[in-house]
């Protein structure tokens, strides 16, 4: 039986904590190999570093954890790589923990962006034309198949989280975009020396406010229940980053195509669904999914939908909260990337300084910062300065 005060443990970003940590839901957090600002957090009870995320350790330790609860937890995590491990090991962690996960299969062939070129292929998404990489051969032979520009990824995100990236490539982006594929080809031969695994596509012509991320929480019934549309306006790097002013919207072509995706994969749980309108046609593509939500968690929330607390009242049948009307136009920042972003690229957006202090106004989320988390908000102003 499960009580009035189940906790949850966290592999997150701020915005999740905050999202159940404010509803009244005690909040564990974790971290790999080292602390994060989640220890900060004063809705963590306690914060625990556990092996890599994508180890073995990191399963064995997971349940040692989960066998000093008096009760199943619910999991919730940010981080892909726990992510895939928690499926892979679910038959192990059901006996201490909760959560809910499309089928194992299916959570492989989202997060592997090789696999995922096949399954938009095999169920018919709308996602732009790709090709699998692993090797200078492969890539060759996809020059007769692209069209530039041309979009690199890697096949998992965490596969260039290396030391050396930036000696060996330069400032860190999630995906790196090119004209023609005489760059293509010389990136490759760099970037392999981190992980030869990426996936060549074509890239989605268009500005950084065509890029959407859709938060949403799909029932046991296969129903979204709840979710949030979160417009990137600016994009830390420009063109391949993390939204860093975003706010909410209400598309309903991109959320009946949504209900479309669920449908065909079977998806249940907490998702997130990425896509990026081409600017030539109007049309909708699907870019990424990720079994789980992203970092404008808190972005939803302060739009009336908490997803994370609907998934925790499905997942543990305690009902908190009352769901509310959601609300468009609901912004959201990160200091530290729009600040890097005014300081390097300001003219890209060509803003004037007085128009980018304008579009502050009115903004209800500041990532990961509020007012009741005195340390963190601390921290992390004095990173976004520093670090900017």
């Not at 972005?299 to 009242?313: D, E, F, R, V």
């Amino acid at each position: 039986m499960i009580n009035q005060k189940s906790p949850v443990l966290t592999f997150s970003a701020l915005g999740l904590i905050h999202c159940l940590g404010t509803a009244g839901i005690p909040v564990y957090t974790a971290s790999e190999e080292k602390p994060n600002v989640a220890s900060y957090s004063r809705y963590s009870k306690k914060h625990t570093i556990f092996s890599p995320f994508a180890s073995e350790a990191f399963i064995d330790e997971l349940c040692d954890l989960g066998n000093s609860f008096d009760g199943k937890i619910a999991l919730m995590w940010t981080h892909d790589g726990a992510g895939l491990n928690i499926s892979n090991n679910r038959e192990r962690l059901k006996e201490n923990f909760l959560f809910r996960l499309p089928h194992p299969e299916m959570v492989k062939k989202i997060l592997n962006k090789l696999l995922f070129c096949r399954l938009c292929e095999e169920y018919d998404l709308p996602a732009p034309e790709s090709v699998e990489v692993s090797q200078l051969d492969e890539l060759k032979k996809a020059k007769k198949r692209l069209k530039a520009p041309f979009i690199i990824k890697p096949a998992h995100t965490y596969y260039w989280y290396h030391k050396d990236f930036s000696k060996i490539i330069g400032n860190y982006q999630k995906a790196f975009i090119f004209q023609n594929f005489d760059e293509v080809e010389a990136f490759y031969k760099k970037i392999s020396k981190i992980n030869p695994n990426v996936v060549l596509q074509e890239y989605v012509v268009g500005d950084d406010h065509q890029l959407f991320d859709v938060n949403l929480h799909i029932n046991q019934k296969g129903e979204i229940d709840s979710y949030a549309i979160a417009q990137k306006m600016r994009v830390y790097p420009p063109k391949a980053g993390w939204g860093c002013y975003v706010k909410t919207i209400f598309d309903e072509e991109l959320l009946e195509i949504c209900k479309r995706i669920i449908a065909k994969l079977e998806l249940k749980g907490m998702m997130n669904i990425q896509f990026k309108r081409d600017e030539r046609t109007n049309q909708p593509k699907l870019i990424e999914m990720h079994p789980r939500t992203s970092i404008f968690d808190f972005l939803g929330t302060a739009a009336g939908q908490n997803i994370p607390l609907k998934y925790y009242s499905s997942l543990t049948g305690i009902q908190i909260g009352e769901s509310k009307q959601y609300q468009t136009d609901i912004k959201y920042i990160n200091i530290a990337r729009d600040l890097r972003l005014l300081i390097r690229h300001r003219k890209d957006y060509g803003l004037s300084l007085m128009e980018w202090m304008k579009s502050y106004s009115g903004v209800s989320v500041y990532d990961g910062m509020m007012l009741k988390d005195p340390r963190v908000l601390y921290h992390e102003l004095r990173s976004a300065f520093i670090n900017s």
